[in-house]
């Protein structure tokens, strides 16, 4: 992971759009959102932001556990964030006010003047690693994990580094993960072509998945018009987490994209899509260019493509995102997908909520 770039889409405050209304739909479902990749955490040696409405700091202690927690010091309050002068002393927290330090599993161990006092502790919250990309289990009423996300998909030497690219717009994790079923729009949007769904949507808890497969044509760099006939298959765990997995048939080549929602403040939420592609061995004729190109570039070379397009895509369906209204009671047609479904699939990460207040 060599590379992260962001780019912040918010719209100034004085031309924010307004939000949705009564109609909106709740800000924070529950689930595993994305937190930061481990790289950057251990680059940063503490990382402070607001997520899921909360402040949060995230640390690696000596023996490579990542902590997420709470940025409020048990003791008097402070906030433990690094733009307050929290910091990451030999894998402990140390707080600004009076220098209380906290190990991974956030517990006080030690103060500068008196014995730890054992109630002290820090709200953390439950981590999972994928890959290297560290996520945090968000609870309605902060109650435990319910389910999990997938194990690591199997990597290897022919996988290419993850690259990461994040936006922040206005936006809401349910709406966004529509898309990944809301197969009308792939053409009108984003101008796939012979648009197919393979099989229906399927549902187990917590997972659902989702196929299809489509046909384009286009420029790619300025420089190659490229043919690809691609099969999609979409996991999704949850609101916050979605890979989708590509098979361009005709080149053989293999690419992943996660996509992860994050809700911030209520209003905006920040899109993390992280890409890796699979070594083409033998590209063919219509990227013949890239067979000069030495192996190892070659993976890099065509992640950095791809998600340059995936982001060109994202963007276009974010200036639709940040002025949608959302829809308790569609009015849908018969070529819409399987809208329906996946609004009663995401019922359930709204556990808080009476069910007849439960979004459609
Ligand atoms: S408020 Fe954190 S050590 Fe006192
Ligand atoms: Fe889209």
Redesign the pocket.
Same mark, same amino acid.
Not at 97 to 100: A, Q, R, T, V, Y
């Given at each position: 992971m060599s590379f992260t770039e962001s780019a912040d889409l918010r719209t100034s405050d004085t031309n924010r759009p307004v939000m949705n209304g009564v109609d909106a739909l709740p800000p924070f479902p529950e689930g595993w959102y994305f937190v930061a990749s481990r790289e950057s955490i251990l680059r940063e040696k503490l990382i402070e932001k607001t997520w899921l409405g909360v402040e949060i700091v995230a640390w690696c202690d000596k023996v490579g556990s990542i902590c997420v927690a709470d940025a409020v &010091?048990p @003791?008097? =309050?402070?906030h433990l964030g690094p733009a307050v002068g929290g910091q990451v002393c030999n894998g402990r927290l140390v &707080?600004p006010? @009076? =220098?209380?330090e906290f190990d991974a599993t956030g517990q006080c161990v030690a103060?500068p003047n008196a014995p730890a006092p054992r109630a002290a502790k820090l709200k953390v919250y439950e981590t999972r690693e994928i890959l290297g990309m560290i996520f945090a289990w968000f609870g309605s009423d902060g109650r435990p994990s319910q389910w999990d996300l997938p194990t690591e998909p199997t990597t290897s030497t022919e996988w290419s580094e993850l690259r990461f690219h994040t936006l922040r717009f206005r936006g809401h994790p349910q709406e966004t993960t529509e898309n990944g079923v809301d197969f009308g729009h792939l053409a009108y949007v984003h101008g796939y072509d012979n648009v197919q769904p393979v099989g229906s949507v399927a549902i187990d808890g917590a997972y659902l998945k989702s196929c299809f497969d489509f046909k384009s044509v286009r420029r790619v760099a300025g420089l190659w018009d490229i043919e690809s006939d691609i099969s999609t298959v979409t996991h999704v765990y949850g609101l916050g987490y979605s890979l989708v997995e590509f098979h361009e048939k005709t080149i053989g080549m293999d690419a992943r994209l996660w996509v992860f929602a994050t809700p911030v403040d209520g209003e905006l939420i920040e899109m993390t899509l992280v890409s890796q592609v699979r070594e083409i061995r033998k590209p063919r004729r219509f990227i013949s260019g890239l067979g000069f190109v030495p192996m190892k570039l070659r993976h890099r070379l065509m992640n950095l493509i791809i998600l340059r397009n995936e982001k060109k895509f994202v963007l276009q369906d974010v200036v639709i995102w940040e002025r949608k209204q959302y829809r308790p009671i569609p009015r849908l047609c018969r070529a819409d997908g399987p809208i329906g479904k996946y609004r009663r699939y995401c019922r359930q990460f709204y556990p808080d909520l009476p069910r007849s207040l439960r979004p459609q």
């Open positions: &010091c @003791h008097l =309050g402070s &707080c006010l @009076h =220098g209380f103060t």
